[in-house]
Every structure is written in structure tokens, then in C-alpha cells.
Antibody, heavy 113, light 108 residues
Framework: EVQLVESGGGLVQPGGSLRLSCVAS????????MHWVRQAPGKGLVWVSC????????SYADSVKGRFTISRDNAKNTLYLQMNSLRVEDTAVYYC??????WGQGTPVTVSS | EIVLTQSPGTLSLSPGERATLSCRAS???????LAWYQQKPGRAPRLLIS???SRATGTPDRFSGSGSGTDFTLTISRLEPEDFAVYYC?????????FGQGTKLEIK
């Protein structure tokens, strides 16, 4: 059974940083592209970033480009999202996704002073 | 970037009725890489349909997807109480992948 377990969310001040993690199990992690998708409170789903199975290619939404960095450790079956220069508008639940049928439970990020 | 527009924003129906949800793309969706999701409060989205018309494992057959190019439809043939939720379409044929704004299906 595929499992994706996110962690690392929390409350941070504007301009601060957080690193999200997603531990994967139940499938061959190193074989798949992985994505992050977020959802602001009461709003819709927004794609954030993705990374190739071997980590050699990444892509970002314009809204996070230059501030967020996606990475992975295939030896640890773990996906990361390093979030710097956080803004109030980054407040959301962040989901780790094995495209597109498997989603984690999400980890909430709140950016507020 | 492909923009997806869902309509209606809210759909009020009764159990047993038929629901028709629309998703229109600003440009053609590559290889009909169009998915539909169901989301209930406090839960992660659940994939219902991929490839515009292929039901995901565990999706009841009252759910069907159709369409191609720029116009797609999710149909629920007879609504069950558990079907009342928010539905999103998504295109994953072009980067950046994009989602529609959602249709809320509520009990009338």
C-alpha cells in the first residue's frame, strides 16, 4: 500500500523558512516523479513544484520560483520542500503527491506575524 | 499555462439525481491528460478519473468522465449521499500542471 507522510509544517513569521518532508513507502520511490501541491484555507488546489525520479530536473510555479527548492533523497525514500522568504500568501496545507492517484494527508503551514 | 474553468461554481441537487460538471481549458489538453478529483472537508483529494475517462481503482461506476481537447465533463449518474463534496479538474499534460477552481456539489 502506498503511503506518503508529510511533516515539517507549522507557524512561521513572514520572511522565515521551513523545510517540509514527505516519507514514502509501498512503492519504488526512486522510479517516480514527485510533486508538491498546496491548498490555502477555503481555496482550491495549486500545483507548487515537481522533481524527476533521479533528481536531475525540477520545476516550480512562478509564485514560488527562487524561494522554494524541491529535492529528494532516494536512499531515504524522502521528498523535501525547502521554503525560504515565506509570505503570508504561502499559508496553506501542503500535499506530497505520487502522480496522481496518491496524496499524503498534508502538512499545514501558517505564515503570520 | 493552461487555465481550467469549472462550471457551475455550486450545484444544488438531491440524492438520486444526475449531476453534470463542466471543465473548460484555455487551450487543448495534451493527450487528454485530464483528471477529476473529489475532496471532502479536512481530507486530501481523491482521484476519480484520469485520462479524461478512465475510472481510478475504487471509483464507483456511477462516475463517468468524457470530453476531449478543451471541453470535459464529469457525470454522476445517480447521486448518493456520500457524493456531496467539492470536485476539481486538473490537466497534467503540460507544465505547469493546473487545477480548476472547483465545483461544490451540495444537497438541495
Amino acid at each position: 500500500e502506498v503511503q506518503l507522510v508529510e511533516s515539517g509544517g507549522g507557524l512561521v513569521q513572514p520572511g522565515g523558512s521551513l523545510r517540509l518532508s514527505c516519507v514514502a513507502s509501498g512503492f519504488t520511490f526512486r522510479s517516480y516523479w514527485m510533486h508538491w501541491v498546496r491548498q490555502a484555507p477555503g481555496k482550491g488546489l495549486v500545483w507548487v513544484s515537481c522533481i524527476k525520479n533521479d533528481g536531475t530536473s525540477t520545476s516550480y510555479a512562478d509564485s514560488v520560483k527562487g524561494r522554494f527548492t524541491i529535492s529528494r533523497d532516494n536512499a531515504k525514500n524522502t521528498l523535501y520542500l525547502q521554503m525560504n522568504s515565506l509570505r503570508v500568501e504561502d499559508t496553506a496545507v501542503y500535499y506530497c503527491v505520487l502522480p496522481w492517484g496518491n496524496w499524503g494527508q498534508g502538512t499545514p503551514v501558517t505564515v503570520s506575524s | 499555462e493552461i487555465v481550467l474553468t469549472q462550471s457551475p461554481g455550486t450545484l444544488s441537487l438531491s440524492p438520486g439525481e444526475r449531476a453534470t460538471l463542466s471543465c473548460r481549458a484555455s487551450q487543448s489538453v495534451s493527450s487528454n491528460y485530464l483528471a477529476w478529483y473529489q475532496q471532502k472537508p479536512g481530507r486530501a483529494p481523491r482521484l476519480l478519473i484520469s485520462g479524461a475517462s478512465s475510472r481510478a481503482t475504487g471509483t464507483p461506476d456511477r462516475f463517468s468522465g468524457s470530453g476531449s481537447g478543451t471541453d470535459f465533463t464529469l457525470t454522476i449518474s445517480r447521486l448518493e449521499p456520500e457524493d456531496f463534496a467539492v470536485y476539481y479538474c486538473q490537466q497534467y499534460g503540460s507544465s505547469p500542471e493546473s487545477f480548476g477552481q472547483g465545483t461544490k456539489l451540495e444537497i438541495k
